[in-house]
């Protein structure tokens, strides 16, 4: 009975969520941006423009672990992106105070003036050098084929020194602080040195008090200042100017180093809390009302991608109740099969796409425009009555009063100038101030404003909580692609991104931010599609313990199943096919492939099995009271000092989250196995070996699911997939080996023959 009930309610848990996943998908929306009339409207005939202002975060903490040519590719590309040069501004966040990002970040400056007219000049698609050119061949969009090959070189060479000059920073700035600290007569620590001559205010090679990790005060340094409204044309090419850049505009966007205050025994929330700290300067310096955030391995792929975005906010029927606008995340450096899910196509393309028809998608970490109004907790038009107070005598916003007096003008979203305040001493003061570790002490931001905190999934959790106040958001998906970056393609990698994921869905169900508690501004639909997404790591409790149910063979020879068997497996036909018939329904119209659509099923099987459970464990902990599993945050991916790109792709990073789907195959395997032996030491008739190869297909369809994984422990043998078929192959011979040794040891001799009748009772079907 206990095996049973398991199945009951196993299978009314998957036939609830299957549903419940389906209400998200009724009505999916497709909506296009129409950049002609944006242009149009907006893009004056003296080439200014009367786009609103844009600031864009970047969020970066350790040039080792996160790679700096990413980062400062992500800040190439924003800088030469195809909007008004005079109303984006870039902020990086550095939160290891590191001087290899300042001084990276300087270098980054020069490159881009010579790389930012080049893209102008000849309609570079995409921006970010590194990708740029990786590619061997693009098509040519400029307006002077005859100039580009050779300007194109001179780019190229110069990138290559770039590069190199980051690179040597990590030997440059220790020498440059050792001839520094030799003629300094003062005694102590070794301070780390600016190229001026200063001591960096932040984290010291040698660590010290006030300039560790975790220790150091708050740096905001204007690397490019904010450029006129009036263009300002290169000069034509000569001896000292390789490039001819006179029909070329050469400002550059505003472009800002920020590391907050860090102090020991304060929470400082991690990529939260870097966030808020960058909404209240950059509400001082540009205040924009509208934002984009990047993660720092992410980049800008269509140079169009900022007015995409603007014309959602802009559009006139729903855009000033919208909160932000997601776009899909695309990767570079996957592996041509995409092994183990990292396109994750089926819920960007799909489930987002459904939601696109409800409320809108969920929020997913980077490559989204926010509306910086309803960041500060604010309701949308729509539930905002006209004499509502946005600030009042209360602590939400905490004691600076230029911050707070910067929210009202915020929500001017047609507000087209930008005007940054001198750099004079009040100012930096006033910066100085929000960047502290107790600005945020008795405040509201963490909770109702900003960023949320204290939680795994602090994108999805921000997201819904903007939905539950009222806005709603929209899907931008567009050709080419609006961004991309990296990913993890090794597989322990990708696990415990998986299983940080997880983890943080089940805190927000949870947590005050449960969709089940929220209000009546969130839409049914809405609460249901967030229910469902924070609460699925529970199905791996009872798709565990159907995975493993072959074991029940190994050991009794007997399995439990419905009966008759006949009418049974017709059920599961007819179930089994319509299911698959939705998903190629859903294939269609989201644009996906059968690889696409494979591939998800493959990785949710892969996570419910290694992953999820853990989860769970892991919610468990923390509901009664314990710390809970650590979540390790992925390392990005590193470029390859071999001539193999994926050579990630193939290495075994032993893990214990490895354990459980090692389980399940070995389990399936070793039920395969003796169910072979079993039929040659039986003599099983026709009619039973029948019965037992469609009971067998349920595990070869569970080793079809968890093919990837398996792939990804054999390491470089991968690369010859048919290893593992072999591998196999001679585990199902040993094994049914073993088990007629057993067999003819407990009964005393060995039956190498067929019976056309009798023989071992065999159980009627291993399906389910």
């Not at 509208?290 to 993660?295: A, E, L, M, P, V």
């Not at 819920?347 to 989204?368: K, R």
């Not at 960047?435 to 945020?440: F, R």
Request: glycine share 8%; charged share 20%; with cysteine.
């Amino acid at each position: 009975m206990w095996l049973w009930w398991i199945s009951m309610v196993g299978d009314l848990w998957f036939g609830v969520t299957w549903l419940l996943n389906q209400v998200a998908k009724l009505s999916p929306v497709k909506r296009v941006p129409d950049l002609a009339l944006l242009k149009q409207q907006f893009d004056l005939a003296d080439g200014n423009s009367n786009l609103p202002i844009l600031d864009v975060f970047i969020n970066t903490v350790d040039p080792i672990n996160e790679p700096m040519i990413y980062t400062m590719n992500s800040i190439l590309s924003i800088l030469a992106a195809d909007y008004p040069v005079d109303k984006h501004a870039c902020y990086l966040s550095d939160d290891g105070g590191s001087i290899i990002h300042y001084d990276g970040l300087l270098e980054t400056a020069k490159f881009a003036a010579l790389w930012v007219p080049f893209c102008r000049k000849h309609s570079i698609e995409p921006r970010a050098p590194e990708s740029y050119f990786s590619v061997k061949t693009h098509p040519y969009t400029g307006n002077t084929p005859e100039e580009f090959l050779n300007d194109h070189r001179h780019v190229y060479r110069e990138y290559d020194e770039f590069k190199c000059r980051l690179d040597a920073l990590f030997i440059v700035i220790p020498k440059r602080s050792d001839g520094y600290n030799h003629s300094d007569t003062k005694e102590g620590a070794k301070a780390t040195w600016m190229a001026d001559g200063t001591q960096w205010p932040g984290t010291w090679i040698e660590p010290a008090k006030n300039h560790k990790r975790g220790d150091h005060d708050g740096i905001v340094k204007v690397m490019l200042k904010h450029p006129g409204h009036e263009p300002e044309l290169g000069l034509p090419a000569s001896t000292n100017n390789l490039l001819d850049f006179s029909s070329v505009d050469l400002r550059l966007p505003m472009l800002v180093y920020i590391s907050r205050e860090k102090r020991p025994g304060c929470d400082h929330q991690k990529k939260a809390g870097a966030m808020n700290v960058q909404l209240r300067v950059s509400a001082l310096l540009t205040n924009a009302p509208f934002i984009i955030n990047f993660d720092c391995d992410h980049y800008v792929n269509n140079s169009k991608a900022f007015r995409a975005g603007i014309c959602f906010m802009l559009d006139r029927r729903e855009g000033d109740n919208t909160a932000f606008v997601q776009f899909p995340q695309r990767f570079d450096d996957v592996d041509p099969t995409d092994r183990y899910c990292n396109h994750n196509r089926v819920f960007f393309d799909a489930t987002l796409l459904g939601l696109n028809g409800i409320q809108g998608p969920s929020f997913v970490g980077t490559g989204c425009m926010f509306r910086r109004f309803a960041l500060y907790g604010t309701d949308p038009p729509r539930w905002r009555s006209d004499d509502v107070k946005i600030v009042d005598s209360s602590k939400k916003f905490g004691s600076s009063l230029s911050f707070m007096s910067s929210i009202p003008a915020s929500a001017n979203q047609e507000r087209s100038i930008m005007s940054p305040p001198a750099l004079e001493e009040s100012v930096m003061a006033d910066l100085a101030d929000v960047m502290t570790c107790a600005y945020e002490d008795g405040t509201e931001f963490g909770r109702e404003v900003g960023w949320v905190y204290n939680i795994a999934t602090e994108d999805v959790v921000t997201g819904f909580r903007l939905h539950r106040n009222g806005w709603r958001s929209m899907y931008c998906r567009m050709e080419p692609d609006a961004f991309a970056g990296t990913a993890p393609i090794n597989l322990t990698e990708r696990l415990y991104q998986i299983l940080r994921w997880s983890g943080g869905s089940l805190e927000m169900f949870f947590s005050r931010y449960c969709p089940l508690l929220a209000g009546g501004r969130l839409h049914p639909m809405q609460r249901i599609a967030y229910a469902n997404m924070t609460a699925y790591p529970v199905s791996s409790i009872f798709l565990v313990f159907y995975l493993l149910f072959p074991v029940i063979w190994i050991f009794r020879g007997q399995f439990y199943i419905q009966k008759p068997f006949p009418t049974y497996v017709l059920y599961l036909v007819i179930v089994i096919v319509m299911t698959e018939l939705i998903g190629v329904i859903e294939i269609k119209w989201a644009g996906l492939t059968m690889l696409d659509w494979i591939r998800n099923e493959q990785f949710y099987i892969v996570g419910a099995t290694a992953v999820y459970p853990t989860a769970v464990l892991h919610m468990v902990l923390k509901l009664f009271g314990f710390k809970g599993v650590s979540f390790k945050l992925t390392a990005k991916q590193v470029a390859s000092s071999t001539s193999d790109k994926f050579a990630e792709l193939y290495a075994v990073q032993w893990a214990p989250l490895l354990i459980p789907t090692m389980v399940v195959i070995a389990v399936n395997v070793c039920a395969i196995g003796a169910s072979i032996g079993k039929a040659i030491f039986g003599g099983w008739s026709l009619m039973q070996m029948a019965d037992a190869g469609l009971g067998l297909l349920f595990n070869a369809w569970i080793l079809v699911l968890i093919y990837p994984f398996a792939l990804g422990m054999i390491g470089w043998w991968s690369k010859r997939p048919y290893v593992l078929f072999i591998m196999l192959i001679i585990a199902f011979i040993v094994i049914a080996m073993l088990d007629i040794a057993i067999q003819s040891m407990r009964s005393g001799f060995v039956r190498f023959h067929f019976k056309s009748s009798g023989g071992a009772t065999f159980p009627t079907s291993w399906g389910l």
